[in-house]
């Protein structure tokens, strides 16, 4: 690690606070940097035809169109550069260098996910933030930013070198949260205010609460330094073990929660196992606030509702439920149907190809054997040259055979995972048509309870109107409700608009369900199909790439066999 280490003066912690500031402005204002800019497809283009290579290898290598995809190292130093962009024209980059340029914000590299070393070392950053997609990285260097804490890290699962040295870190905070990086390997935080305070060894505590460590400052961490850090820190390891703990048994229980999410999502029956629809259909549900202000004749069918639609959707919830388990069952059996013909043509083709080879050992000994004889022998030469022929033609003969076999099983195989996964899809498609239909007879009986309560509610509103105008007790009638007064049809078109709006959620669900089940076979069938033609496409360039290195093979045999009787 090339990174310069601070050292300690007898400044006042002011004035190292403002050196700290202000490190990079003079280091990048005493060079002769571009125009400050953008990351952009021209910039990218120009490093990357300026990069490494020298002589005629430079020359070659910048006559080649730029392809993006092919681009694994990219390095950016010293640009001047404000903001990242462009980045995800590159999206098989595993190694970044960005350091010794004018960046404030960590941003746009979501879709660089094969990124394994990223340096941005040398900048204005001062969060450390947007990493989260980096899921293969390795590395990451932050050294001399303007960073003021430690956050955003621990979903980096895969980092083993962190490098954050010379940034503006006054607190031990967020420092914990590196325990979750178990791959984390080596820790740099020299030149940060906290590693400054005389009377915390920031050293010590990093090495107490950051077990995995083997590196702290790039000096490796004895096993005498490690106790030693235990017991200075015995109390402040406790409590983060707990709260680790504690926050370890919380993501578990989430971790359940999503996954039982999941599977409801997948049986197309969330937010069925409560009350969540029948409170769906109230919701902004102006007509029906307005038809409960009766009181309790109202509030007794707004409960005896609630139960007849909470039977309900416990129906479609357990259905849902039920079919899941025979379509999940279908699934496995479809995929490990496919898994076990695949694994057998592979077995197969590999003992024909074993067989080849042996056959290949063979008939290459006896050929080296006639190539010697040739080379050492004056006469008789066309009789060698004529049996060197014939197995010449013997072996591009078996050659082809392995070759039409292979084919033909890889054919045969791939036609037969075609019309597998048409009459997988057929199978599926019918057990879901079945459980749409059966929920769809449940989501009729749901609006039928609807229009039911809108009769009762009807009725009831009635009553209550007609009795508080016998009693003469007009002024116990809600406001909202007095234009109903001597008006059945403001009553019926109060009414109907909160049986609209029931029955319109109701069918939203039942879209919903009807529309999702189309688009969940649609999705597996489409991963299907292009996974076999992927399958299918690197089988079949397999094949032909063993009969291209066995073609060679034979015709490299002369050159070797005169070779060899040289060197003898």
Known sequence: ????????????????????????????????????????????????????????????????????????????????????????????????????????????????TALKDLNLSFNYITRIENLETLVNLEKLSLFSNRIRRIENIHTLENLVILSIGNNLIDTVEGIERLRFVSSLKVLNLEGNPIAKLPDFPLSLYVTAILPQLRYYEYIFIKTEVKEEAKKRFYRELREIEDKQEREIQGLETKAREMAEAD???????????????????????????????????????????????????????????????????????????????????????????????QYKERTFDEMRLKWRELDQRDDDLEALQSQLDTLNAHFEDALNELWESLMAQELHLHEAVEDSTLNFNRKISELMASFVEQAQVIFQQLRDVCSHFAHNM????????????????????????????????????????????????????EDRMAQRSREFIDDMIFKLNNNEVDRHRAKILEINSFMEMMTQALANLPGESHQEASSD
């Open 1 to 112: 690690m090339d990174e310069p280490v601070n050292t300690q003066s007898g400044e006042s912690p002011a004035e190292e606070e403002e050196e700290d500031e202000e490190p990079l402005r003079c280091f990048l204002e005493e060079i002769n940097c571009p125009e400050p800019g953008i990351i952009d497809r021209q910039m990218i283009e120009t490093a990357y035809l300026e990069e490494g290579q020298k002589g005629e290898a430079r020359r070659l290598h910048q006559l080649e169109p730029v392809v993006y995809d092919r681009i694994t190292t990219m390095r950016l130093e010293f640009k001047n550069i404000l903001r990242i962009d462009h980045l995800w024209m590159m999206p098989n980059l595993t190694k970044l260098c960005l350091n010794c340029n004018k960046i404030e914000v960590i941003e746009h590299l979501e879709m660089l």
């Open 263 to 357: 599977r409801l999502a997948s049986s197309f029956v969330e937010h069925l196992d409560g009350q969540q629809l029948y409170e769906s259909l109230w919701r902004d549900d102006e007509e029906g606030r307005i038809l409960m202000l009766v009181g309790a004749q109202a509030q007794e069918l707004y409960e005896e509702y609630s139960k007849d639609v909470y039977e309900l959707t416990q129906q479609i919830y357990r259905l849902g439920l039920e079919r899941f388990g025979e379509r999940d069952a279908e699934i496995r059996d479809f995929k490990a149907s496919l898994h076990e013909g695949q694994e057998e043509l592979q077995a197969q083709g590999q003992r024909q190809i074993e067989q080849f080879l």
């Open 458 to 509: 009807t009725e009831v509103v009635t009553q209550f109107l007609s009795s508080k105008l016998s009693r003469q007790e007009q002024n116990a009638i809600p406001e909202e409700l007095r234009k109903c007064v001597d008006d059945r049809e403001a009553v019926l078109q109060l009414v109907e608009g909160m049986r609209t709006t029931h029955t319109a959620r109701v069918d939203e669900r």
